[in-house]
């Protein structure tokens, strides 16, 4: 397999298998689970060569249709792209979580709908991350949006439908935003190619740029749910099925970061503007974001509208970092968007596994969880000892490298801002972990309740396992985004 | 005083986006960039090269097929939503399904009746015809598809669900639904074996007609999964309640 067409094949083997799911999934999407695991499985298989192949030779490029840049459309896989990686375990270990979870939780009707949306939504964000085309993003950006809409109110309630119809309020905003900015680029480039237009950008007019790179950040952060455009994030979040809350807050608000990214790629490479003031602002929210966060997360009785909550206060963390536009800043950022990833999905998955088994998701209904499902809570502990910051897991290595970007930016209070915003996230973190193992029960049947079975139990321990192994293991992708971030600095000249 | 305050607000978010416009370089003009860059080749090359004479179509369907392969693609997705919302399930159901609502669809007239009848081939005949002409004037596999989704509509309104669903075999939906993109997959990987690239298409002057041939293919697949999608849609929401 050449790597150009290992490139087209991490976006159409997945949606092949989306778009096949209906019809394999046979009624009542009984072989749906089976057929989706497969897909996901070969999915990860090209994920890992494509990884393999840009550690080895750097970036590649596969042209659609044979057209040379910038008239056909060009799929770009740099270090970034490496985010595939990541997409492809969550969603293989989501999916292979739904297989107990969505047949109780969902009408039977849709459980064949539930499996086409997320690999449809894992489709959607694959080709986001592998394009090299500004127009392509957004296409990508559609499929990944409205299957994340559907995703929400798949469980048929009210209030999942509420949320979903903010979701989409927002959502739709935001990629109207996005579109208007592509619109202008095109018209000051004639480009859609992104390394094209950041070529071209060159010397062009500088207020309509400066107006394009306004609606891209606004529309990406609104994706990102960086404070104060998070309102639509712990409502559509928490209310989801719980695989579904996995790959929304671990997957699909760090598309917003990445688009975020590409941004900057464009812009930094042009020359055309000053960033520095952006990046002040984004500093500044990515700070507020943390707090304001964990502030409200600190007030949430349901788990996984903390664990909602607790995602603003991390997208804030990797806005921050991105903002500090220093060497060890983005370096930081972009590896807390992988690991944030990770430890969420732990989280998530794990609050589902507990929420399946004792039907409860209040802190205070669960108190006493921990002596009857002893592994799951084991793995939602090291979760939170990770989003936390606690070394040896793998939020701490992140953090650490954000808050010396703050220095080397010459902000450090910046730095203080992040330890600061870790205390409050400690805080309610233990208030978690305390009432699963040192709080007497409400509900004495909970201290009955089993484990929860092997297909929920594996994937949550598994990403745990991960979350400790990205602390000790640290420097690997710490030194893998390295040459990417240099190239991506030294366009800059600093 | 709410409106009054929602209107001041876009004002002032109009302004400057008015004057970012107006920075932009001059609408129409020969030396702007967006027909001074790539345009140009589109509309020198592309009759030739990418085998079809309307330039809209060479654009959406070879140059830049891959963003309508992610085009169709959010077709199907929006039909996925609509049941992810619409399907079985839902809080309340069974006791709308114990009362049975009364029907409020009124008797159809004879000539309304009539009319569709009569007027249905030809209706069929045009999508068919917008469909294969695509490549050479304005049209295409989204709007024939359209026009076809609109006749399975029609039939619907007038003949009843299982008259027109008979278009539609069960057995096969799944696969008309996801016609489109599965015809651009099985397009595209033809040209990944063939020619090295996904969706690429014959390159050599005298395979003029092998282009042609596969825009016509991937347009009534487009068509097909179009008019599917559409009717499916219209079933989920006015069909099963």
Redesign the interface.
Known sequence: MTP??LL?GII?VP??GA??T??IGGKAGKHAWTWATTVMVATSVIAAALVNQVARTGPFS??????ER????ELRFDEFSASVAVICLLGLLAIVFSQKYAAKE?????LG??Y??LL?NL?GML?FVVTG?L??LF??M??LS??G???V??S???TA?MA?FKYLVMGAVSSLLVLFAIG?L??????LNMADISD?LTG?????A??ALALLTTGFMVKAALFPLHVWLPDAHAIAPSPVSAILSGLVVKTGLLGMIRVYQIYYGAKVLDLSSLNTVLVWLGAISIVMGAFFAIFQEDIKMMLAYSTISNIGYIVMGLGLASQYGIIGATVHIFNHALIKATLFLGAGALIYQTGYRNLSDLRGVGRSMPFTTAAISVGAISIVGMPPTAGFLCKWYIALGAVQAGHPVFGVALVFGALFIFVYYIRMVNSFYFQAPIHPEILEVKEAPLTMLAPVLILAALCLAMGLLGRIPLSFIEPAVTRLLGTLGG | MKRALTAAFLVLVSLPLLYAMSQLPQHGSATSPAYTHIAPRYLERGPEEAGAENVVTDVILNYRGFDTNGEVTVIFTSLAAVFAVLLAGREGDERSASEPRARTTPEVSPVASFVVRLLSPFVAIFAVYVVMNGHISPGGGFQGGTVFGALLILATVVLGKATAEKLQPARIRGLLQAAAPLTFIAVGVAGLIMFGDYLAFPKAAALAWVRTLWLIVIEIGIGVGGASIISAIFWQMGGDR
Do not use: Q
Not at chain 1, 62 to 67: D, K, R
Not at chain 1, 106 to 110: I, W
Not at chain 1, 204 to 208: F, N
């Open positions: 150009s067409s087209v159409v949606l092949a778009v096949l209906p019809v596969a042209y659609l249709g044979g057209w910038p008239y056909g459309i969902l009408p039977p009707a849709r709908t539930y086409t949306l449809l489709t080709g085309d127009f392509n296409v990508f559609e499929i409205l299957s809409y559907a995703l109110a798949i048929g309630e009210r439908e979903a202008l095109y018209a000051l480039t004639g480009s071209r062009s007019a500088e207020v309509p400066m107006l």
